[in-house]
């Protein structure tokens, strides 16, 4: 039987952080899904497919890891993708306290659901998808925060819609 784990996350954008837990992930288990949640709540900067691409063209590399986007509960996309374990990052207090709850009412909707978490290596820990839209929001440099062809990806989608912000190099 195959070690499924997901790991969900708005990804918005995808930054070193994140790429740093996949590439360990994928050394524990059989397949890891890299669920993109659709999270509208959070109006995100980044539409859906977007954050998809960017997920995937940051993941091409990686065989065992599949990007998909997802708008319901995760304790019920876990069940619909045969996974038992979920995959979390934990960098500062604050996301543990949160992350805890979160591993517990996922865990009262599927009593199967296990919750993993990683701490990211320490040229990462202080990464968030956050601090790099609060980066770009101000034409700040990014490009050593996100994968080169995140990096890459978001010039073309500012060249395309002409931005009125520039990213710095």
């Known amino acids: ?5 997901i790991y969900p996350g708005t990804f918005d954008p995808v930054t070193n952080g994140h790429l740093d ?10 397949k890891v899904v890299i669920a993109i949640a659709k999270s509208s709540s959070k109006s995100p900067m980044f539409p859906l497919q977007d954050r998809k691409k ?10 065992n890891a599949e990007c998909v986007c997802f708008d319901n509960l995760l304790a019920d996309f876990a069940k619909e993708n045969n996974a038992k374990l979920i995959i979390r990052g934990l ?7 949160y992350e805890l709850q979160m591993g517990y009412a996922n865990a009262s909707l599927n009593e199967e659901l296990d919750t993993i978490y990683f701490m990211p290596t320490l040229k990462n820990a202080f990464i968030s ?3 790099v839209r609060s980066i770009l ?3 700040g440099k990014v490009s050593h925060l996100i994968p080169d062809v995140v ?10 819609t002409k931005g009125d912000k520039c990213i710095s190099h």
């Open 21 to 30: 837990i996949i590439k360990r992930s994928v050394e524990l288990f059989d």
């Open 91 to 97: 960098r500062v207090v604050s996301d543990f306290e």
């Open 151 to 160: 990096y890459k990806y978001i010039l073309k989608i500012k060249a395309e």
């Open 54 to 63: 960017m997920m995937e063209l940051a993941t091409s590399a990686i065989l």
């Open 129 to 131: 998808s956050s601090i």
């Open 1 to 5: 039987m195959k070690k499924i784990a």
């Open 137 to 139: 929001e101000h034409n």
